[in-house]
């Protein structure tokens, strides 16, 4: 089995390394070993694979911030406090003066972000995103690559009111409903909200998760796939834990407390392989009439091609019925969420084949993230 396992690896290593080396990169390759299981590795992959999935030039890295940085900032007083209170997000047993240097580089990258796109605004949790590029890839890089992001994938995040966050937060239950409506209906009689799950989406999940090695997984998973992708892994969580929370008080303060104590334990890779499927079975578009609490044309989310825009090269349905008619091999807990599902929903699902295999699913996030990937510098809001 470990021979197996490290054989596994030598081969997605050089198919990783093929990829890189071609002119240009291949980045669909990049995408899809990014999304499988095990994602890029090694923090020394993701230093040459992460600029190339969001489209940045490592030639071209942000000259050294001035000495007036904070001098100037608005937000440097916010942006000390919440970095002096990340300590839990340094490796445990880092030497102090090590960590106190990593500290100043991470509000040095905020701030020269902010200063360089005066449109975004900060955000407690922000922070907990920038650290994670900070100790993957250093502090020059994560400048670049943290720039990049904050205009694209956090760019509903960094805008001076909530709307926009709340407005993605909604995307929660409708997919949760598409999926189990006993439990959405037991967790809209419970009213509990989405507030839950707040912290896990502006943060990628790193402020709630305690191993490091979790965190950077699911980063390669969201640098593949569309900005919407971590409210599906939201969503997942959510239905994971169904019985627990069943088994729980019909009530707002119970079931939110349950909620927002999230495993540590989770089955990281059976749930990004069931996001990608539901993402491919429930695209943004199919459920954005429920999630609107404002039109989607105002949100930058809604800038980014969904799957269905890519859909006249390969359709989703037709991928999913292939792979149903060729291996149709639901887990135990697959199935149990298939036979729960509301009969008109239940037909769907069946004939898609919902299961826990990355195979043409993964392919169809990959072809949706490619569809917007190399045009970010004409989809920026001003």
Same mark, same amino acid.
């Given at each position: 089995?470990?021979?197996?396992?490290?054989?596994?690896?030598?081969?997605?290593?050089?198919?990783?390394?093929?990829?890189?080396?071609?002119?240009?990169?291949?980045?669909?390759?990049?995408?899809?070993?990014?999304?499988?299981?095990?994602?890029?590795?090694?923090?020394?992959?993701?230093?040459?694979?992460?600029?190339?999935?969001?489209?940045?030039?490592?030639?071209?890295?942000?000259?050294?911030?001035?000495? /007036? $940085?904070?001098?100037?900032?608005?937000? &440097?007083?916010? =942006? *000390?406090? +919440?970095?002096?209170?990340?300590? @839990?997000?340094?490796?445990?047993?880092?030497?102090?003066?090590?960590?106190?240097?990593?500290?100043?580089?991470?509000?040095?990258?905020?701030?020269?972000?902010?200063?360089?796109?005066?449109?975004?605004?900060?955000?407690?949790?922000?922070?907990?995103?920038?650290?994670?590029?900070?100790?993957?890839?250093?502090?020059?890089?994560?400048?670049?690559?943290?720039?990049?992001?904050?205009?694209?994938?956090?760019?509903?995040?960094?805008?001076?009111?909530?709307?926009?966050?709340?407005?993605?937060?909604?995307?929660?239950?409708?997919?949760?409903?598409?999926?189990?409506?006993?439990?959405?209906?037991?967790?809209?009689?419970?009213?509990?909200?989405?507030?839950? /799950? $707040?912290?896990?989406?502006?943060?990628? &999940?790193?402020? =709630? *998760?305690? +191993?490091?090695?979790?965190?950077? @997984?699911?980063?390669?998973?969201?640098?593949?796939?569309?900005?919407?992708?971590?409210?599906?892994?939201?969503?997942?969580?959510?239905?994971?834990?169904?019985?627990?929370?069943?088994?729980?008080?019909?009530?707002?303060?119970?079931?939110?407390?349950?909620?927002?104590?999230?495993?540590?334990?989770?089955?990281?890779?059976?749930?990004?392989?069931?996001?990608?499927?539901?993402?491919?079975?429930?695209?943004?578009?199919?459920?954005?009439?429920?999630?609107?609490?404002?039109?989607?044309?105002?949100?930058?989310?809604?800038?980014?091609?969904?799957?269905?825009?890519?859909?006249?090269?390969?359709?989703?349905?037709?991928?999913?019925?292939?792979?149903?008619?060729?291996?149709?091999?639901?887990?135990?807990?697959?199935?149990?969420? *298939?036979?729960?599902?509301?009969?008109?929903?239940?037909?769907?699902?069946?004939?898609?084949?919902?299961?826990?295999?990355?195979?043409?699913?993964?392919?169809?996030?990959?072809?949706?993230?490619?569809?917007?990937?190399?045009?970010?510098?004409?989809?920026?809001?001003?």
């Amino acid at each position: 089995m470990f021979k197996e396992f490290q054989n596994k690896k030598r081969r997605k290593m050089s198919e990783i390394c093929q990829a890189l080396c071609t002119d240009p990169p291949d980045v669909a390759v990049l995408r899809r070993m990014a999304i499988s299981e095990g994602g890029l590795l090694t923090n020394e992959i993701r230093c040459k694979v992460w600029p190339k999935l969001l489209n940045v030039s490592t030639d071209e890295l942000p000259p050294e911030p001035g000495e /007036a $940085l904070r001098e100037n900032s608005k937000d &440097f007083q916010q =942006v *000390l406090l +919440d970095v002096r209170r990340s300590l @839990r997000r340094f490796p445990p047993g880092m030497p102090n003066e090590q960590r106190e240097g990593l500290q100043e580089q991470l509000i040095n990258i905020i701030l020269q972000v902010l200063q360089r796109n005066p449109q975004l605004h900060y955000y407690q949790g922000y922070h907990d995103i920038v650290v994670t590029f900070l100790l993957v890839i250093g502090d020059r890089l994560a400048t670049a690559l943290v720039e990049k992001l904050s205009t694209h994938h956090l760019r509903d995040f960094m805008d001076p009111t909530m709307d926009n966050t709340k407005h993605i937060l909604n995307y929660l239950m409708p997919i949760i409903d598409q999926v189990n409506p006993e439990l959405h209906d037991f967790l809209q009689r419970a009213e509990v909200g989405t507030i839950f /799950a $707040l912290s896990w989406l502006i943060t990628w &999940f790193g402020h =709630v *998760l305690s +191993d490091f090695s979790h965190v950077v @997984r699911l980063y390669d998973f969201f640098l593949a796939c569309h900005p919407l992708m971590p409210i599906y892994f939201a969503a997942v969580i959510v239905l994971y834990r169904e019985q627990e929370v069943l088994d729980c008080e019909c009530d707002m303060a119970s079931v939110h407390h349950l909620l927002s104590q999230i495993p540590q334990d989770l089955p990281y890779e059976t749930l990004i392989s069931q996001a990608g499927d539901l993402f491919v079975q429930f695209p943004p578009s199919e459920l954005a009439r429920e999630a609107a609490q404002q039109q989607m044309e105002r949100i930058a989310a809604s800038t980014f091609k969904d799957f269905e825009l890519a859909s006249c090269q390969q359709r989703p349905d037709s991928i999913l019925r292939q792979r149903f008619r060729n291996d149709v091999r639901c887990d135990d807990h697959s199935r149990s969420i *298939l036979s729960r599902t509301r009969s008109s929903r239940f037909m769907k699902l069946a004939v898609m084949g919902l299961t826990v295999a990355l195979g043409a699913a993964a392919l169809a996030v990959v072809k949706s993230a490619l569809d917007w990937a190399p045009k970010f510098e004409l989809q920026i809001f001003p």
